[in-house]
């Protein structure tokens, strides 16, 4: 049987993947650093976790059929002695390279072959990996790994800096409830994906979330690319807005020539990208409508057929700039951006050409996903605890406004938890005043991925508690002690707050040990 290692199961989007390789028949071993809900459930899915690394593990796992680099020009002592040199591997595999056996497959055609694959969050010297390179086996990302299985689909490529989970749930949803049915990787948890975070079918279209960090998203080719805004983010890779609006600029360059571009008309940063490309439609969405802007606007009409193809039939004149109105769409969930989000999903099935009552069915029956202002359940004394992995300034404002909106009675108590120190420290400035609608903030500590010693010396929870403006606010280091603030909370206040777990990590594990009626 085929063999996959995963390094770092708990990320969400890698996870994914091991479910794709497990309904494919391939035997799914995993590892990672913290236990979880998702590491049981996909435990009871047949797929083998261990709880830390292990290099003796991948090794054992791997020992039946290792690849050699370059079809064994060197012998296995040469590979291990090379393996083996730290200076080597630094400077002939970057980040951003596949490491190991990089070449096609095919020379070992009838042979079982196996992979690691990893996630762009772990260090590069991180044990496992290492390993693999010192035994020469094919290791690759999850981007790569992702854009392998899904370039070959009609790719539907949903990048961000903020609602890509949503509106990679809202499009893949209703694909899924059509005739042309989807294959989909969302970074959530969706009941109709049977409470997983991926679905896979024979349909010809694949829907994706498209990450930006690294640049990953450039290994994908979509069909359509949705840009739903641009916001700075990711100080430890980008160098300034310029650096970080040049990644968006490429991933337009991927788009497959003709077909679809969708932007923000809201959004500044994102119209930045209209007309990059002579050869791709563009459709910017507003608040009311959407207008398609065909290739040029029909300078290219001796070259192309008259219509832009649909997926099944003709849809587009290319030929005039044409404005649709929305319909009205009644959502259970009434936060503005969320409709918002609709609306670009609502775009993309037009393109499909799929009946409208078909898609407003479907999305006005759309609920809550995991993680994105769910309601996990009521609490022992009857406060409402949600859970929201929100953790951008501008979303933590936006998303937090939304709630005080609808739960006008009630006090709003955010558990937040930052991700990276790096991140804390380039946001700082925005993080100041992003709890305006918030009546208690409480702030247990800092998730650490991919920080240096330098900025932790630099940043710290007590140090950022101090500078956000706040009247009422805690530094309450670490989890156990905050757990135990909000049961006494809890317990003090009955009926009077809804109490969000705004986190990036292992914050949301508390939802756990918070007793429900």
């Known amino acids: 049987m085929k063999k996959i290692y995963v390094i770092w199961v708990g990320w969400i989007w890698v996870s ?25 459930n996909l435990r009871d899915e047949w797929i083998d976790i261990m709880i830390w690394e292990d290099e003796k593990r991948l090794e054992e796992f791997f020992n039946s059929y ?19 040199d730290a200076e080597y591997f630094e400077s002939n595999y970057s980040k951003e390279k596949t490491i190991g056996y990089d070449e096609k497959i095919d020379s070992w055609s009838g042979q079982e072959w ?70 989909s990787v969302v970074w959530s948890i969706l ?29 994908y080719k979509p069909f359509i690319a949705i840009i739903t805004n641009i916001d700075l983010d990711h100080l430890d890779y980008y160098k300034d807005l310029d650096d970080y609006l040049s990644a968006f600029q490429s991933f337009i ?5 003709w077909w679809y571009a969708i932007l923000n008309w809201n959004c500044s940063n994102s119209m930045r990208l209209l007309w990059l490309r002579d050869d791709v439609n563009y459709i910017v969405v507003t608040n009311n409508s959407f207008s398609v802007i065909p290739a040029k606007a029909g300078i290219y009409k001796n070259v192309l057929p008259p219509f832009v193809k649909g997926a099944r039939g003709f849809l587009f004149s290319i030929h005039e700039w044409q ?23 609502f775009t993309v099935w037009k393109i499909l050409n ?35 992995y929100w953790h951008h300034p501008t979303e933590i404002v936006l998303n937090t406004k939304a ?7 009630k006090k709003i108590i955010c558990i937040f938890q930052p991700h990276q120190y790096n991140r804390t420290l380039e946001l700082l400035e925005d993080f100041k005043n992003c709890f305006i609608y918030v009546d208690k903030l409480v702030i247990p500590d800092i998730y650490e991925s991919r920080d240096t010693e330098e900025d932790k010396r630099k940043i710290n929870s007590e140090k950022l508690v101090k500078y956000i403006n706040h009247s009422d606010k805690l530094d309450w280091k670490w989890l156990e002690n905050t757990l135990n603030w909000i049961i006494e909370y809890d317990k003090n206040n009955p009926n009077s707050s809804v109490i969000i777990l705004q986190w990036a990590w292992n914050i949301d594990d508390l939802r756990y040990k918070i007793k429900t009626v």
């Open 114 to 183: 196996h992979i690691v694959i990893y996630t762009e969050a772990i260090p590069l010297m991180q044990s496992e990996l290492k390993k693999a390179n010192e035994l020469w086996i094919r290791a690759i990302s999850y981007p790569v790994a992702l854009s392998e299985i899904a370039n070959s689909k009609k790719l539907i490529a949903i990048s961000w800096t903020h609602g890509k989970s949503t509106t990679t749930s809202l499009v893949s949803i209703v694909l899924k409830n059509s005739e042309i049915w989807v294959n």
């Open 66 to 84: 290792v690849i050699p680099a370059k079809a064994g020009i060197y012998s296995k002592e040469k590979r291990l002695e090379i393996g083996k």
């Open 354 to 388: 799929l009946e409208d009552n078909e898609i407003i069915k479907s999305l006005e029956n759309y609920n809550w996903i995991w993680r994105r202002s769910e309601i996990v359940w009521t609490t022992l004394n009857w406060n409402i605890l949600m859970s929201d």
């Open 16 to 40: 994914a993947i091991a479910r794709y390789y497990n309904k494919m028949w391939y035997q799914v071993y995993w590892s990672d650093k913290f236990d979880s809900e998702l590491i049981h």
């Open 191 to 219: 009941k109709e994906f049977w409470n997983k975070n991926a679905y896979f079918s024979d349909s010809d279209y694949f829907v994706i979330e498209a990450c930006e960090y690294k640049r990953s998203f450039l290994k």
């Open 403 to 409: 709630i005080k909106e609808k739960y006008r009675d």
């Open 253 to 257: 360059e991927n788009v497959i020539p």
């Open 323 to 345: 404005v649709f109105l929305f319909p009205q769409i009644n959502m259970q969930i009434p936060w503005e951006h969320i409709l918002f989000d609709a609306k670009f999903a």
